[in-house]
């Protein structure tokens, strides 16, 4: 249950109020008078007072502006809070109405700040704290401080550190093992600081709007039983009850309800009168009452009873005098008899005649006394003679340059006056000032003020003739092409005299700038400006023609068949070819490819070290190389 109140802490709410104003009703017959019991621990709500107040005196007294970029310091800015007895009584209220309907919006659906004006306790502004959960002031207030919040979350906070407020009223209420705080702030003229004895338990009353309950059981309720003239409180109801404001987690709400009750059966029976049952005679009746949309009924039965007068509370039949006693009837409720009571004479009702003071107009009379009833004279007043005129002069019309003014003498007692003229002072004027400068040919003008009157005098100034400078002045600076002109001007104005011509300059070519490249095969543009005028003119660059590289093998050529070269412009990327002539074979040492024997040829075989190629040549037969001897072929045997 601890997790879950903590986790509720953010229920905590504010609300600010500035000049009284009425604060809105709930439509006749849509409320109920419920009582709900509770405890208050206000030894721990007045103990917060010193908290707020050192919070207040401390360095931490700040809060964030609107939109968060600079904080409002208000430390040394401000006064302890005076504790408000009243301003208590009306958190205690509003405490127990939390328990009932979280939020700033009492339980019969008007706002917080009605409960003042229910208390008697009248404001120039007001504000109020609501918080659930916390277990003891140090904790509460430490929540109310919300001092890591921006100000969208520091509503409580600005509440505690008002400059506006001076009193405060604090209220602590545990219900079902929660705990409730109210803080109540105010500017109070007259603030009770008579301390009370902190209450403890306590049944307090509240108006609950039926539409604003969200579900409500109803006990049943015991028969009544009255006697023929007896009166009774209209029975109440005991109920479990939730608003569509109640907090979720509190505990369930034991109430007893103030039904509004109808006499449904036997009015001849019995008879409701404000919070009141009358018995009228003998029988069986029913009260019905609707509550939240549920109808509650009560059987009442009466027996008969001799006569117990009620009287009611008279009616004067003969209205008393000063001298004379009065008459008052008295009426029984029940049975319609009448008994009669003297009332005593009132004696006269002296009234003072004030004494009025003598004027210069009027005499005065001394001070008297008269009955304010029968307007009997008690003392008689005499008359005071008249005073003369006391007359004080002033200036009602101060004198102008050339109007007189008016001085009046006024009696100080009676307002009786006359005048004298003042002489009119006549026109100040101060020095001379231009109005419109001479030029070298027009007329200009000077005028002066009265500094008292503003009235203004002018005249004309002559005008001052040319004066011409001594130097020639450039009019039209010569180009490249035209000619200038210059002239004496007069130094006051834009007459010029001797206008002569300044010659053309020519023009001042630059470097020039390669306007279009030469390449290889065309020719460019060299581009020349005028550093005066920009005009420009052009030349031609001759074509550079072609910068061969060393060239580059296309085709290689071969021992039978002839390459190609190829080269390349390093400028413009052209090519050309030419032709490398076929190197022809290269042929080896020769092979033997078939010897030659002595009487038949041979062939020699020569291979192209290059590519191959083959050619055959004849080695011619050698020929017989016979021996010097013989050599025996066939070595001849016996036979």
């Known amino acids: ?77 401000l006064k302890d809070f005076v504790y408000d007895y009243n301003l208590e009584k ?33 404001y120039h502004s007001a504000s109020e704290n609501i918080a659930i959960g916390y277990t003891s002031a140090q904790d509460v207030f430490e929540g109310w401080r919300e001092d890591n919040e921006d100000y969208s979350g520091q509503g409580h906070r600005r509440n505690m550190l008002s400059q506006d407020m001076t009193s405060i009223g604090i209220a602590h209420v545990v219900y079902g093992g929660v705990h409730f705080w109210v803080q ?66 509190t505990p369930e709400i034991h109430v007893t309800l103030e039904p509004n009750w109808t006499v449904t059966a036997g009015s001849d029976v019995v008879k409701v009168e404000g919070d009141k049952l009358t018995a009228l005679g003998a029988g069986s009746a029913t009260l019905s009452a609707t509550v939240a949309g549920q109808t ?16 009611d509370d008279g009616v004067v039949t003969t209205e008393p005098t ?69 007359y004080v002069a002033s200036v009602t019309t101060e004198p102008t340059c050339t109007v007189d003014g008016v001085r009046t003498y006024t009696c100080s007692m009676c307002g009786d006056s006359y005048t004298e003229a003042i002489p009119a002072t006549g026109h100040t004027f101060g020095p001379w000032t231009t109005v419109t400068s001479p030029t070298c040919t027009q007329s200009g003008s000077e005028q002066r003020s009265c500094s008292v009157c503003g009235y203004t005098e002018t005249r004309g100034v002559d005008p001052t003739g040319h004066s011409w400078e001594d130097d020639y002045t450039v009019d039209q600076a010569p180009t490249c092409t035209q000619d200038g002109s210059k002239s004496i001007h007069c130094s006051r104005c834009d ?29 460019g543009t060299m581009r020349y400006t005028c550093t005066v005028c920009g005009e420009t003119r052009d030349e031609v660059i001759p074509a550079t023609g072609h910068t061969w590289d060393q060239g580059t093998v296309i085709t290689p ?42 009487t038949e040829n041979g062939t020699m075989r020569y291979t192209c070290t290059v590519c191959g190629e083959t050619r055959d040549e004849v080695i011619p037969a050698t020929g017989h190389a016979w021996e010097d001897d013989y050599t025996v072929d066939q070595a001849p045997t016996c036979t």
């Open 1 to 77: 249950m601890k997790k879950l109140i903590r986790r509720c802490l953010a229920l905590a709410l504010s609300a600010v109020f500035v000049l009284t104003c009425a604060a809105p009703v709930s439509a006749a017959g849509t409320d109920i008078n419920v009582q709900l019991d509770v405890t208050y621990s206000q030894t721990d709500a007045r103990d917060m007072l010193t908290l707020i107040n050192d919070f207040r005196a401390s360095d931490d007294a700040w809060y964030w502006n609107q939109d968060n970029s600079a904080k409002t310091d208000v430390s040394g800015k």
């Open 90 to 122: 009306i958190a205690m209220q509003r405490a127990a109405e939390i328990v009932v309907a979280y939020g700033h919006i009492r339980p019969d659906g008007t706002s917080w700040y009605s409960a003042f004006r229910e208390f008697g306790v009248y």
């Open 184 to 249: 109540e702030f105010g500017t109070l003229a007259n603030p009770n600081t008579t301390e009370t004895t902190p209450a403890t338990a306590a049944t307090v009353d509240i108006r609950v709007a039926s539409d604003s309950i969200r579900s409500v059981t109803l006990d049943a309720i015991s028969p009544l039983s009255l006697t023929a003239g007896e009166q009774a409180d209209l029975p109440t109801v005991s109920a479990t009850l939730t608003t569509n404001s109640t907090w979720d987690h």
């Open 296 to 311: 509650v009924t009560c059987s009442v039965t009466v027996t008969q009873a001799p006569c117990q007068h009620q009287w």
């Open 322 to 390: 000063c001298t004379q006693d009065g008459v008052c009837t008295y009426t029984c409720q029940l049975c319609g008899a009448t008994k009669t009571e003297a009332i005593p004479a009132t004696g006269h009702t002296v009234v003072i005649d004030p004494a009025v003071a003598p004027t210069c107009t009027h005499t005065g009379l001394t001070e008297g006394s008269h009955c304010s009833v029968c307007n009997t004279v008690i003392v008689a007043q005499t008359e005071v003679p008249m005073l003369p005129h006391d």
């Open 495 to 523: 007459a010029v005299t001797d206008v002569q011509t300044i010659p053309a300059t020519g023009h001042t070519w630059d470097q020039g700038t390669v306007f279009t490249p030469a390449t290889c095969t065309e020719s």
């Open 557 to 598: 050529a071969t021992c039978t068949e002839n390459g190609t070269m190829r080269y390349t412009c390093t400028v413009c990327g052209e090519t050309r070819d030419e032709v490398i002539p076929a190197t022809g074979h290269t042929w080896d040492q020769g092979t033997v490819l078939t010897p030659a024997t002595c």
